[in-house]
């Protein structure tokens, strides 16, 4: 029962991941409010939203800076705002069904080669099969923009995998501090941290000129990139990494979907030009994730099998 319960929560932030993102293009292309500024409008918004509901209304206390949490802090959150910065730029240039397309998979592959690198972890053959079906998903899509000159790589693309390794650095530090403090403390902090410096950027090299309907705007969608991050680190929390990865892999084709079910209403879009191989690139990455993450799952039990034994052992 709390499985199911857990993966709700898990499913409902992949929903805002994938809203997040289109929402982010609507506003570019309907309200032509640049992806930058509603990084940085609503990023700190929606952190110092996290927490104030977590210290005044659940009366959590602040423990994050007490210890030596502060600085994984520090330094997951300098990842995050780089992959933040890039992602969010990246969506005016290539569209959000795009970059999803391309940051999920690619996020997932360097997860599993920074803890081969970095933890000395062993790769399973299963695992390595899940990453060579995730890296073919990734490339069909990453060919899905093809004109009369063959297959366009922009500069967009390029960000958008030098945000999926950032993301995938942060996330690798985001995981050991969620097990040591409140996931939602860390999701406000980070939020914060990352839209005050994107605000910094922002507003020293190219400062937008808001409305009060774009600030409006901006609130409104504060509230789902704070759903989006902070379920997402509940969820890592509550059924793991890999389950999660399972579970949000599916964003990546719902975002193109979401896209394709708002043109019908005039909206402009940026679509990948070959929508068959964009879409099959995504159903092939899913797979993909799925296989390497399972695998993941069967390391983690057989490391607990082994615990437990040698727990008896030691008890007897």
Known sequence: ??????????????????????????????????????????????????????????????????????????????????????????????????????????????????????????????????????????????????????????????EAILSAMCNALAITLFAKLIVRYNPTEVSGWIMLISGLVINAIQYTFYPPHLSVMDWLYLIGFSFIALAAFTLYNVSMKRIGSSMTSIITSSSLVLTVVIQLAMVPFGIAFTLPSNLVLALLGGGISIAGICISSKAEQKREKTEEKIIEKKMVVITN
Do not use: C, H
């Open 1 to 158: 029962m709390n499985l199911k319960i857990n993966s709700w929560v898990t499913i409902i932030s992949t929903a805002a991941f994938s809203i997040e993102a289109v929402l982010v293009e609507l506003l570019y292309v309907v309200a032509s409010i640049p992806a930058l500024a509603i990084a940085a409008g609503s990023m700190p918004i929606a952190g110092a939203m996290v927490l104030i509901v977590n210290g005044f209304i659940f009366r959590n206390k602040f423990t994050i800076f007490k210890g030596n949490g502060w600085k994984m802090l520090i330094i997951g959150g300098a990842l995050f705002t780089v992959a933040d910065f890039l992602w969010y730029d990246s969506i005016d240039k290539i569209g959000s069904g795009k970059i999803m397309l391309l940051t999920i998979p690619a996020e997932d592959v360097f997860i599993v080669l920074l803890a081969v690198v970095f933890l000395a972890e062993r790769m399973l053959k299963l695992q390595l099969v899940g990453i060579g079906v995730a890296i073919v998903g990734f490339t069909i899509s990453a060919a899905s923009n093809v004109s009369g000159n063959g297959v366009q790589f922009q500069i967009g693309d390029l």
